[in-house]
């Protein structure tokens, strides 16, 4: 394959639109809290979590993802109608499964086709066949960033959202990040500049980390930059 697949996850998590983000059932008091405050209880939760699942868009980004504690993370991403799911284990093995027409995007020799559409298929550690994934891609990197945003913080009230109080940070880089006013300080949603989308936050410490997917196929040796034939 002579392109890599690249989705620019990075752009949701810690770019302009989603600068960094803060974050549950008593008062927690972060409503009385300065923005900085609020932003590092946020981190100091995130790190403290088992796991949480990350769904919705932003700048053409979409997401499905459940990432946990140990770096492993499973789910699917997409950017317009091209989309795969994957799974990344903590050792750093990865997994995609996608149609046909995204490996031939991709560079897929035609003969190869049939062998990884529609499977689970195993992606070399390095080459162009390995999909760009940020490294704040984690609990610990997402942490890391809401607590070195870059950005000048402004708290933006309390209002319901998602059928919970919560309390609203702004950064100056355009991203708002919504924290309920109780439980544990983690973050519910946040939401891009006017109609950039937003993320909502799910499911917090709950479920198990993924496996190795059944059926996989493991791209034969010189399968990353082959040019294809044309069939």
């Avoid at 979409?62 to 795969?84: E, H, P, Q, W, Y």
């Avoid at 490996?103 to 390095?126: F, N, T």
């Avoid at 708290?155 to 100056?172: L, N």
Wanted: contains cysteine.
């Amino acid at each position: 394959m002579g392109k890599s697949v690249s989705y620019p996850v990075a752009v949701l998590l810690a770019g302009g639109l989603l600068w960094s983000a803060c974050g549950g059932a008593s008062s927690n008091g972060l409503a009385n809290d300065s923005a900085t405050q609020i932003v590092n209880q946020v981190a100091k939760a995130m790190r403290a979590a088992s796991s949480v699942h990350l769904s919705g868009s932003i700048g053409g980004e979409t997401v499905n993802l459940s990432i946990f504690k140990d770096g492993s993370v499973s789910g699917a991403m997409a950017r317009g109608s091209a989309s795969f799911q994957l799974v990344l284990l903590p050792g750093g093995s990865f997994y995609i499964k996608a149609p046909a027409w995204f490996w031939k995007q991709q560079g897929m020799a035609s003969l190869l086709l049939s062998r990884v559409a529609d499977h689970w298929v195993q992606i070399p550690d390095s080459g162009s066949a390995r999909p760009v994934l940020p490294r704040s891609l984690s609990l610990s990197g997402m942490a890391s960033l809401f607590a070195h945003s870059g950005g000048t913080l402004m708290k933006v009230g309390t209002e319901t959202v998602r059928g919970q109080s919560a309390v609203g940070v702004r950064s100056s880089k355009g991203g708002t990040i919504w924290v309920p006013t109780s439980g544990l300080g983690l973050p519910i949603e946040v939401v891009g500049p006017s109609g950039q989308g937003s993320l909502e936050f799910n499911d917090w410490n709950q479920g198990s980390s993924p496996g190795v997917p059944s059926g996989v196929v493991t791209l034969p040796t010189g399968a990353s930059g082959s040019s294809g034939t044309s069939g």
